[in-house]
């Protein structure tokens, strides 16, 4: 798989680097600011480009703004954005629509490098990768009555995986169980929610994120 | 010298009168009331034209109107028998007119405004003695008649060279048409032009040039009427008489115009009294009002800035002499107190501005000090806004900082490890596995905790995603429920979000630490170009903003960005915090 990097600081572009090469990425591009990232993307037409969201000149959202625009034209590239801070608001904006190719991490999940190196496979064919954080706090927004409240603790962490974006493969590797029990998992879920079972993983995100955020 | 000089002139004047009138009337040529008239219409003349002069030395239109008197004076020895009194008095009688011209264009400086004035005013004097000069030359009076000729012996002309009656009629219907006709007309154009292109303040000045303007509108009339058409002896009773009245009413009129200013003493008498009343903000009004010229500034001296305010306190500066703007500066002592900038206009008359000056010091000084007070309260404010500024300015550099610096250090040494870690996989012994994994999770810990100081000192929400985000964040944060019920969704000026979400942020801790209260809501919208910001909660009240560092410092923020806070919180009925911050458009 073909990776572009951007990240201005440099001590942690080449960690990232790194890693990837060593997980068996090819790293096509590295880059410190967001009109270079623009420039490899169109040239080099990767799977994938990790985005820091803040980088020069105003260390504000220079990543955000150039992973949009690379989004609006080229849907093939998948966008994963490090940030250093997470956001609810920013984050829902970014992929409430749009949830396929994309992905959303504290900068510190990198040190969690099997997770990581998982998300930006996940991202790079074409899937989800949300950061726990943000799970968190549109469950935590929830009031505890309702469907939510119905839900076992083992399908709450079932829930918030699926929300973070991760398939049935992922969610059984993450929580040591059988594909089997995933499913009933899945299953009990989706019918508590009074949800309808989504055919594919990203459309399973959107619906999960949706009754979320609704 | 020169009060012994216009007696003198008005001596020569009076003699000049008496023998003129026995001119007229001892041999018959005029009845006694007309050539009293044509006598009192050159004392007229002189008598303005002396008294200016005396009164307004620096201007010349006092000295061009004793002249036009004494050029109407000679005039009358047209009519004496002696030939060479004739020849005299009617090469130079007809100067009068250009005198008369002269005058009333250079009025009030007695300098000519335009290039067109000189070229008119030079031509009216190359006329009038040009062509009585030229018919000298031809003019028998065996075979023409000039003046009232069925009254015997004329006498002759010491310049004939060679008579010739159609040269004389040629030269006589020429200057009527010429001088009274073309010229009279480009006269009272040049003085409507004068009006048109004046300043309020000038044209109150310009004032009794209409009346000039009229006179010399009719006087180009009647001699057209002479010219062209035949008319009764009553008819020409009535001419006269009008003309006569015209004529005297331009040396009074233009004499009152260049007194006006010692009549406006009356008028600064009444400034002094008006000003004892006037609160020092209206000064400049009050002064506008007195001196006609609505243009007025006052533009106050400071000595701590070196420089001029404006009423409000803000620095001035004066307009550079060639701006068409005169300025005239008032000083008490060898201290300067004030400038007042105005119409050049004005310049015409020293004295009045001199006199409003002189009477509106005091006053000018009252709004000196004002204005001074205003300034140094403006630079304060100006400089309080700047160290509030200079505060937000810094924290937002320090959670750079440590975002891009400590915090991305951290996470690329970790980073470096689980590498590391990877890297040498199942060749490590379990002590050491331990120690690198519980070494990575330290600085998991410790880039979240720079995290959240970092949030603390001023929250990258607020950068990234402006103030409606970092109020959402905000609300969450906060130990007890908050609703926000609005904020701008779009991005606002970074000091003004800033000051907004810290006011937000401090009234919510004081919240939290005060009111226990079950919950609280937010809200901040734009109206009339203010930010408002509102913060309430169910608590118990009570919050005073003398008490407790907490609202202090709210207030200071608020205040600092010139806005204002407004705290309603009765004992318990929970707490209102109003803050209102000036946003531009």
């Not at chain 1, 493969?169 to 309808?196: D, Q, Y």
Request: proline share 5%; net charge neutral.
């Amino acid at each position: 798989m073909r990776v572009v990097v951007a990240e201005d600081s440099v001590l942690l572009r080449e960690g990232l680097v790194r890693l990837l090469q060593e997980a068996e990425f090819e790293v096509v591009a590295q880059v410190g600011n967001a009109d270079e990232l623009r420039a490899v993307v169109r040239r080099d037409k990767p799977d994938i480009a990790i985005v820091d969201i803040r980088m020069p000149p105003t260390h504000t959202d220079e990543g955000a703004q150039a992973a949009a625009r690379i989004r609006e034209q080229d849907r093939e590239v998948g966008i994963l954005l490090l940030s250093q801070v997470i956001e609810l608001r920013h984050a829902l904006k970014l992929f409430s629509e749009t949830p396929e190719r994309f992905g959303y991490l504290l900068k510190d999940r990198v040190l969690d490098i099997d997770d990581f190196i998982d998300a930006v496979r996940r991202v790079a064919r074409g899937g989800t990768a949300i950061d726990p954080e943000v799970v968190a706090e549109l469950l935590g927004r929830r009031k505890e009555q309702g469907p939510l409240g119905e839900l076992t603790p083992r399908e709450r962490e079932v829930l918030s995986l699926m929300a973070e974006g991760r398939s049935n493969h992922g969610i059984c590797a993450k929580l040591f169980l059988s594909p089997k029990t995933v499913e009933t998992h899945v299953a009990s879920i989706f019918m508590k929610l009074g949800l309808r079972q989504a055919p594919d993983d990203h459309r399973r995100v959107l619906a999960v994120l949706a009754y979320l955020n609704s | 010298m020169r009060t012994r000089w216009i007696l003198l002139l008005a001596a020569v004047g009076v003699v000049l009168g008496v023998f003129g009138y026995r001119v007229l009337v001892d041999r018959g040529q005029q009845p006694p009331e007309e050539a009293a008239a044509h006598i009192g219409v050159a004392w007229t003349f002189l008598a303005a034209g002396l008294i200016a002069w005396g009164r307004r030395p620096q201007s010349r239109v006092g000295a061009l109107l004793a002249a036009a008197g004494f050029a109407l004076l000679v005039r009358r020895f047209q009519y004496s028998e002696s030939s060479a009194l004739f020849t005299a008095a009617f090469a130079l009688g007809e100067l009068s007119n250009a005198f008369i011209a002269h005058a009333v264009l250079a009025y009030p400086t007695g300098r000519l405004q335009s290039r067109l004035e000189g070229i008119f005013v030079r031509a009216g004097y190359l006329l009038v003695l040009a062509f009585p000069l030229a018919t000298l030359l031809v003019y028998d009076p065996r075979r023409s008649c000039l003046f009232y000729c069925a009254f015997g012996g004329p006498p002759h002309s010491l310049l004939l060279v060679h008579p010739s009656n159609g040269v004389f009629d040629l030269l006589r219907d020429s200057y009527r048409l010429g001088v009274f006709g073309v010229l009279g007309v480009v006269f009272v154009a040049l003085i409507a032009w004068k009006f048109v292109n004046a300043s309020p303040p000038r044209r109150r000045t310009l004032a009794p040039l209409a009346v000039a303007g009229a006179a010399a509108g009719m006087r180009a009339l009647i001699e057209a009427a002479i010219t062209f058409t035949t008319y009764s002896e009553d008819t020409r009773q009535i001419l006269f008489w009008s003309q006569v009245t015209a004529q005297i009413a331009i040396p009074i009129a233009l004499l009152a115009g260049l007194l006006r200013a010692r009549l406006a003493r009356g008028d600064v008498a009444h400034l002094l009294l008006e000003l004892e009343r006037t609160p020092p903000a209206q000064v400049r009004d009050a002064l506008s009002r007195a001196l006609g010229d609505p243009s007025l500034e006052v533009a106050f001296w400071v000595p701590e800035r070196a420089g001029y305010v404006d009423a409000a306190g803000q620095p001035v500066a004066l307009p550079q002499d060639d701006a068409g703007r005169a300025i005239t500066r008032l000083e008490q002592g060898a201290e300067r107190v004030a400038a007042l900038v105005h119409d050049p206009a004005l310049l015409d008359e020293p004295e009045l501005i001199g006199a409003v000056g002189a009477a509106a010091r005091l006053a000018l000084d009252n709004a000196r000090l004002q204005a001074e007070l205003r300034a140094q309260l403006v630079a304060v404010r100006e400089s309080r806004a700047r160290i509030v500024a200079a505060g937000d300015s810094e924290r937002r550099r320090i959670e750079q900082d440590l975002h891009d610096g400590a915090q991305q250090r951290l996470v690329a040494l970790a980073l470096e490890l689980r590498t590391a870690q990877r890297r040498l996989g199942g060749s490590l012994d379990r002590d050491l596995e331990s120690i690198l994994d519980s070494t990575v999770e330290q600085l998991q810990r410790a880039v979240e905790e720079l995290r959240e100081l970092a949030h603390g000192v001023h929250p990258p929400v607020l950068t990234q995603g402006g103030l409606a985000a970092a109020l959402d964040d905000l609300a969450r944060r906060i130990p007890i429920p908050v609703r926000v019920l609005a904020a701008p969704q779009e991005r606002l000026a970074p000091e003004l979000e800033a000051t907004a979400y810290f006011v937000v942020c401090e009234a919510l801790a004081n919240v939290v630490k005060h009111a226990q209260a079950s919950a609280a809501t937010v809200s901040a919208a734009r109206a009339n170009g203010s930010l408002v910001v509102e913060i309430a909660d169910d608590g118990v009240g009570g919050a005073d903003l003398s008490r407790g560092s907490g609202l202090r410092g709210l207030y200071d923020r608020v205040e600092a960005r010139g806005g204002r806070l407004r705290v309603v919180s009765p004992p318990g009925g929970g707490t209102r915090i109003v803050g209102e911050l000036p946003c531009a458009s």
